[in-house]
């Protein structure tokens, strides 16, 4: 039996020391920008926006972390120290003024502390800075269409890619911006509610027929960042990425003349002759 026993231990011990292994070795090959094989944290951030989502996620642990160890010590004392056979005769006291003052205002001061950063945080969000450049994006079902309107009122549709990787997030035409430039971007739906969400951007804002939302980012690196659509929109509700290529601002002119050609006047929407997500 004992010999069972330090088998199934080590085991055990094999099992989890794999797949710590995975995990570390899944993180630290991630991509910026897309989901990763055993990700337990948030994505790396890419706009001043997620660093300070990430500093207020961090903060939040510390202090819960620390209130539930707290907590814990007090039921160990209570047991340990006021069990029936540590006191046959309890204690008849009834009211305690300091706990009672204490019990009252750490948890107030306690949510003012979270408060402060939660709020400024918001305003953060909420706050759209003068934009250096607009962007319309429009939820379909299910597929999304970008505008331009201050680099030639220029749109087009991306779709989801089959052909492409990361698998789900690829798209056919991905939205393209420049770096360290302000983006806002102006969402609204089409037919039902979609949601535009991008990890990396700490960007999140609904997509609803007949209103107009706008959230901002402003991206501090180049590459691919992915995102989808977070509401439940219909059957293809999976198969609606958001593609954003981040490039320095000579590529970003470039691709600005290119796109004016390719989708001038609408006219080469990709819609019509692009495979759907599903069969």
Same mark, same amino acid.
């Given at each position: 039996?004992?010999? #069972?026993?330090?088998?199934?231990?080590?085991?055990?011990?094999? @099992?989890?020391?794999?797949?710590?292994? !995975?995990?570390?070795?899944?993180?630290?090959?991630?991509?910026?920008?897309?989901?990763?094989?055993?990700?337990?944290?948030?994505?790396?951030?890419?706009?001043?926006?997620?660093?300070?989502?990430?500093?207020?996620?961090? +903060?939040? +642990? $510390?202090?819960?972390?620390?209130?539930?160890?707290?907590?814990?010590?007090?039921?160990?004392?209570?047991?340990?120290?006021?069990?029936?056979?540590?006191?046959?005769?309890?204690?008849?006291?009834?009211?305690?003024? !300091?706990?009672?003052?204490?019990?009252?205002?750490?948890?107030?001061?306690?949510? $003012?502390?979270?408060?402060?950063?939660?709020?400024? @945080?918001l305003f953060l969000e909420l706050d759209?800075?003068?934009?250096?450049?607009?962007?319309?994006?429009?939820?379909?079902?299910?597929?999304?269409?970008?505008?331009?309107?201050?680099?030639?009122?220029?749109? +087009?549709? #991306? @779709?989801?890619?089959?052909?492409?990787?990361?698998?789900?997030?690829?798209?056919?035409?991905?939205?393209?911006?420049? $770096?360290?430039?302000?983006?806002?971007?102006?969402?609204?739906?089409?037919?039902?509610?979609?949601?535009?969400?991008?990890?990396?951007?700490?960007?999140?804002?609904?997509?609803?027929?007949?209103?107009?939302?706008?959230?901002?980012?402003?991206?501090?690196k180049t590459g691919m960042f992915y995102?989808?659509? #977070?509401? !439940?929109?219909?059957?293809?509700?999976?198969?609606?990425?958001?593609?954003?290529?981040?490039?320095?601002?000579?590529?970003?002119?470039?691709?600005?003349?290119?796109?004016?050609?390719?989708?001038?006047?609408?006219?080469?929407?990709?819609?019509?002759?692009?495979?759907?997500?599903?069969?």
């Amino acid at each position: 039996m004992r010999m #069972s026993m330090g088998r199934m231990g080590r085991q055990l011990l094999g @099992l989890a020391v794999a797949g710590l292994t !995975l995990a570390t070795g899944g993180v630290a090959s991630a991509e910026l920008g897309q989901p990763a094989p055993w990700e337990w944290t948030l994505q790396q951030s890419a706009s001043p926006v997620m660093d300070n989502i990430i500093w207020f996620h961090n +903060f939040l +642990f $510390v202090l819960i972390t620390l209130i539930t160890l707290f907590v814990l010590a007090l039921l160990v004392v209570v047991v340990v120290k006021f069990n029936a056979r540590a006191n046959p005769v309890p204690s008849r006291t009834t009211h305690n003024t !300091l706990i009672e003052v204490a019990w009252t205002l750490v948890p107030v001061l306690i949510l $003012v502390g979270i408060s402060v950063p939660s709020f400024r @945080l918001l305003f953060l969000e909420l706050d759209v800075p003068k934009a250096d450049i607009t962007i319309k994006a429009t939820g379909k079902q299910w597929y999304w269409s970008y505008a331009y309107p201050d680099n030639g009122k220029f749109e +087009f549709d #991306s @779709l989801m890619a089959q052909d492409k990787q990361p698998r789900l997030l690829g798209v056919d035409n991905e939205m393209v911006v420049p $770096v360290n430039k302000v983006i806002r971007v102006q969402v609204t739906g089409a037919d039902v509610i979609h949601a535009f969400a991008l990890p990396a951007f700490g960007v999140k804002i609904d997509a609803i027929p007949g209103r107009l939302n706008e959230t901002w980012f402003k991206a501090t690196k180049t590459g691919m960042f992915y995102g989808q659509c #977070s509401e !439940l929109c219909g059957k293809d509700h999976a198969f609606m990425p958001i593609a954003i290529r981040v490039v320095e601002d000579q590529e970003f002119a470039s691709w600005v003349e290119t796109a004016k050609k390719k989708y001038a006047s609408g006219g080469t929407s990709t819609y019509a002759s692009a495979a759907g997500p599903t069969q």
